[in-house]
């Protein structure tokens, strides 16, 4: 959803319902921003001219001045009554979102007039709400959406002139409110044979470097794509105080343009044919391993730190078994003061270790390798499903989740720094 306030609706909305509930939709609500930057300068134009004095309007020292009611400023003083020409500005009580241009009878409200109405919360300037503010249930619309939130679209159909989705759970979306997410495309790093160790290119202008055994120095060759992995065989060099690592492909990659994989100890509870996951949240980094066999290697984002403790998101570190796995499930919750609630629908590959705390798809985001989450670790979603289908409880074809139990424990996951 790419602006707050968007309703969904429990079913397709006639025209005129159209108009009450998406007032933007109306032809006097489409002024283009020329037009407003053009009213706000006419404006100012109009305040400064009237501030200047017209020489007939300068009355004899024994007459009292005749005013030119043509000519008064709006002083901004609860003293000052605004001409007709006069603008009110944005913030002061008009609450139309631009300027206001009062009429031929004076200000609004004068007399004890009703007050103009109060703006919804999505027209406002500054937005503080929650998710449970979001719901209108009226009868034609369920809820409205804060921009950033994401909807599963079921199918795509057109009636009133106008597209709509249908989300998978029954309600209707206008299409032209929404945009689609390039979903990130990037994959781990299958580790065979001999091969321990695995990196990756961070950088977007990364490159490989050609090192033979008798220089002194390492010469920058091809430009290596970001978000490509790479095995690497262990081997180090140092120069200007720089680390390459030899990649199992020959060329060397430069340490500070990515990051590698540097897995702790198998721990004691886990047997050396047994399945656990390492992540580490210092390399942001995901191994797989069969007893101390890596096998599989993907980059991860784990959850934002922050020194504001209502914002720290940091991902907790410890040893949990997954305890249940959802294809998809919805994600959504309340931000910490000053942040706006979000909500995902149909969040992919969803395996929950400790509490609402996951390994799970994220395709909302190409941020990988870097910190990012509420707290969950973010898997690009090629990489989301492979650990899915390989870990335990094994999910039975047809199924849409599984719950792990005695005797059919879940993989461990192990969190570290």
């Given at each position: ?240 105080k720089e680390r390459f690592r030899e990649t199992v492909d020959g060329w060397w990659f430069k340490e500070k343009e990515g990051t590698i994989t ?17 992540v580490d949240l210092s390399r942001k980094t995901l191994v797989a391993f069969v007893g101390d066999d890596p096998v599989y290697a993907a980059l ?118």
């Amino acid at each position: 959803n790419k602006a707050h306030g968007t309703p969904l609706y429990i079913s397709v909305p006639s025209k005129e319902e159209m108009l009450v509930y998406e007032p933007y939709l109306r032809p006097e609500e489409k002024k283009s921003t020329e037009e407003k930057k053009e009213a706000l300068a006419e404006a100012e134009r109009s305040a400064e001219k009237a501030d200047q004095p017209r020489a007939d309007a300068i009355a004899p020292e024994d007459k009292p001045a005749k005013a030119d009611p043509d000519a008064a400023a709006d002083t901004e003083t609860a003293s000052s009554r605004p001409s007709k020409r006069s603008a009110k500005k944005k913030g002061d009580g008009g609450g139309d979102g631009g300027l206001q241009f009062l009429g031929d009878h004076g200000p609004l409200n004068e007399g004890g007039g009703e007050p103009p109405p109060s703006k919804p919360w999505w027209e406002k300037d500054s937005v503080d709400v929650k998710l449970s503010d979001l719901e209108e249930k009226d009868g034609t619309i369920s809820k409205r959406m804060v921009k950033g939130f994401f909807i599963a679209v079921d199918r795509t159909f057109g009636w009133n002139d106008r597209l709509w989705y249908k989300t998978t759970d029954g309600l209707i979306a206008p299409t032209d409110r929404m945009i689609i997410p390039k979903t990130p495309d990037l994959k781990g790093y299958e580790m065979t044979g001999d091969v321990k160790q695995a990196g990756f290119m961070l950088w977007r202008k990364g490159h490989a470097y050609d090192w033979p055994k008798d220089a002194d120095a390492p010469k920058r060759g091809k430009h290596v794509e970001r978000f490509t992995a790479f095995g690497l065989t262990g081997k180090t060099r140092v120069h200007k105080k720089e680390r390459f690592r030899e990649t199992v492909d020959g060329w060397w990659f430069k340490e500070k343009e990515g990051t590698i994989t540097e897995p702790g100890e198998r721990p004691s509870e886990v047997g050396s044919d047994e399945k656990w996951i390492d992540v580490d949240l210092s390399r942001k980094t995901l191994v797989a391993f069969v007893g101390d066999d890596p096998v599989y290697a993907a980059l991860t984002s784990p959850g934002k730190r922050s020194s504001n403790k209502a914002k720290d998101h940091r991902t907790k570190t410890g040893k949990w078994r997954i305890r249940e796995k959802h294809l998809t499930t919805t994600m959504d919750g309340d931000g910490p003061a000053g942040d706006l609630p979000y909500s995902i629908q149909d969040v992919p590959y969803v395996q929950y270790y400790d509490g609402s705390y996951a390994l799970h798809g994220a395709f909302w985001h190409h941020n990988f390798g870097r910190e990012q989450s509420h707290g969950c670790v973010n898997l690009a979603p090629y990489d989301a499903k492979h650990l899915f289908m390989w870990t335990e409880p094994r999910i039975p074809r047809g199924w849409h989740g599984v719950w792990s139990s005695d005797k059919r424990k879940g993989t461990l996951v192990v969190v570290h720094e």
